[in-house]
């Protein structure tokens, strides 16, 4: 999916999207290594690299911020809230988890989704302005896992795991292997835990889908070392960067 260069920059957390358009103009981007300079450039933000010149890193290390949320069904991933509910709306100090609290999280700094969570999905969603961090977490080529709690309506057949395992083709788009970490059965239901070190657009529902599974729910557990644990439903706390990666 291409979305347009400067909403890409907002979203890795590297400034805001009016200000990426200003780094464009100047030629302070480059796109695999590559300087662009027209604002209308679009991007595939899982393979193409984007740097921008000045502004990838903080200017101090204490200016980064990491939160861990559980997001709730019907939020979505995304800076602003023109097509619903944001995670950025929950970040209150009521919903803050911990002895450090702060009544405005972010600071002085606009905090970001790393990556994206289905609305209809829940879990764990990682917030910061660190966009080196948000580019070695999202980018494929560094393979970080994020890890799954899927339930779905019946058992996982031996050939069903195999294909899922293997990759798929669907509509075109190729799809990597999923790794079956565990199953078990519940009921007329069925637990599955997974791991992902590439994450398309609502890949594991496609792929559950094309087999002939209904998902009854689909929660992240894990961002690399992140784990979501008993953090409450739409709560968040105030994590470090080692525990990150």
Known sequence: MLIRLQK?????????????????????????????????????????????????????????????????????????????????????????????????????????????????????????NDGELTNLLTHPRYEHEKEYEVIIDKSLTKDAKSVLESGMNIDGILFQGIRIKKEFNKGRKTIVTIILKEGKNRQIRKMFGRLGYNLASLRRIRIGKLKLGTLPIGKWKLVKKDDII
């Open 8 to 128: 890409h920059i907002a979203d890795l957390g590297i400034c805001s999207r009016r200000k990426a358009e200003v780094f464009i103009s100047e030629g302070k981007v480059k796109v695999n290594g590559e300087l662009v300079t027209k604002l209308g450039t679009k991007v595939n933000p899982t393979k193409d690299k984007v740097e921008v010149e000045g502004a990838n890193k903080p200017k101090t290390k204490e200016s980064n911020v990491y939160i861990m949320l559980n997001k709730p069904i019907d939020y979505i991933c995304s800076s602003s809230n023109e097509q619903g509910q944001s995670v950025l709306d929950l970040l209150t100090k009521n919903n803050c988890i911990g002895t450090a609290c702060p009544a405005k999280p972010e600071g002085r700094r606009r905090v970001y989704p790393v990556g994206r969570l289905d609305k209809d999905s829940e879990g764990l969603v990682l917030l910061t």
